[in-house]
């Protein structure tokens, strides 16, 4: 009897060892392709390796919210988070590029503005002892409001939703009043009058059902922001090597189908939002103006103050 639980509990051990279990937080909903094409690379991955790493998926910032998902990775709360890129740019101005308006405006540019940035960020985060696995961007950001916008002039005095720094600065700018609303809580701070405009993707347009709050969207392709998924280094290399590969496999398998997701959601997205009733309308060459002019004056403020890692993938994506 003795030797049969002995065996039974040799057996459990050497499972438990065999297995490894990561949860992974992420801030968007089951709904967004983020989260879906996250998803998947959980199921590559436990495909890939016969089960022995689980990715546990913890969505719409259920286990931790937004702006606590990188610290929680440090810290090795999770070993492993999604998060967006430039909510960093507090740290450092060089994860914060790709949300600079006008830099990078189409997926061919925000691929060439990644080149550039992403060893950079390796080297940034691996100070901290995180490391990279793969990002996916947004597709372009565009303009919703209640009635057209023809000029910059007729952002003056609204209520603008912000989601990092750049934003709060383009819309102060603009002579609009930013203020700091999360995706999830978009529909209820139009609701409360807390917000009366944004700028967004049309991915967060439709999940936020933004037909319920505005009238207008004008895909302005402001600028093309990403995503990241961060593992923690010394949990990634307590993984053996073959398991390590899978990872990396997985994600570099997960960053090609994301930006191709994005591109399809850019399409598909904006196409539902007129079939829900909003006029989406191209931008006027005075608005393009006047909006480009605020981008120009951004780009400068960025450039006095980034640091030589940032200026170095500005220099590294116009050349």
Request: charge should be negative; charged fraction near 15%.
């Amino acid at each position: 009897m003795k030797h049969a639980i002995f065996a039974v509990a040799a057996t459990v051990l050497a499972t438990s060892v065999a297995a490894d279990t990561w949860d992974m937080p992420t801030p968007y909903g089951d709904s967004t392709f983020h989260t879906q094409n996250i998803a998947q690379f959980a199921d590559d991955l436990r495909t890939a390796t016969d089960g022995k790493l689980d990715i546990t998926l913890h969505s719409a910032g259920s286990l931790f919210p937004h702006a606590e998902i990188k610290s929680a990775i440090r810290s090795r709360q999770v070993p492993i988070g999604e998060f967006f890129l430039s909510r960093l740019s507090n740290e450092d101005l060089a994860f914060g590029l790709d949300s600079q308006p006008f830099v990078a405006t189409s997926y061919d540019d925000a691929q060439s503005l990644w080149a550039a940035q992403r060893p950079v960020v390796t080297e940034l985060l691996a100070k901290e002892g995180l490391m990279p696995l793969f990002s996916v961007p947004w597709p372009a950001q565009g303009l919703y409001t209640n009635g057209e916008i023809a000029t910059v002039d007729d952002l003056n005095g609204l209520r603008f939703r912000a989601y990092n720094a750049a934003l709060e600065e383009f819309a102060t700018l603009a002579g609009a009043a930013p203020v700091q609303v999360e995706a999830s809580n978009i529909p209820q701070a139009f609701a409360t009058g807390q917000v009366a405009a944004m700028i967004t993707s049309p991915s967060t347009g439709v999940n936020s059902t933004a037909w319920d709050f505005v009238t207008h969207y004008s895909p302005i392709n402001a600028w093309v922001p990403k995503n990241i998924v961060v593992v923690n280094k010394r949990v990634f290399d307590r993984l053996d090597a073959d398991t390590q590969s899978a990872v990396l496999a997985a994600a570099e398998t997960a960053e090609a189908r994301g930006w191709a997701m994005s591109a399809a959601e850019a399409d598909s997205k904006t196409a539902a939002l007129a079939a829900n009733g909003i006029i989406v309308y191209q931008p006027s060459a005075e608005l393009v103006a006047g909006l480009q002019g605020i981008g120009q004056t951004m780009l400068e403020n960025w450039k006095s103050k980034a640091s030589d890692s940032a200026l170095a993938i500005l220099n590294a994506y116009d050349n």
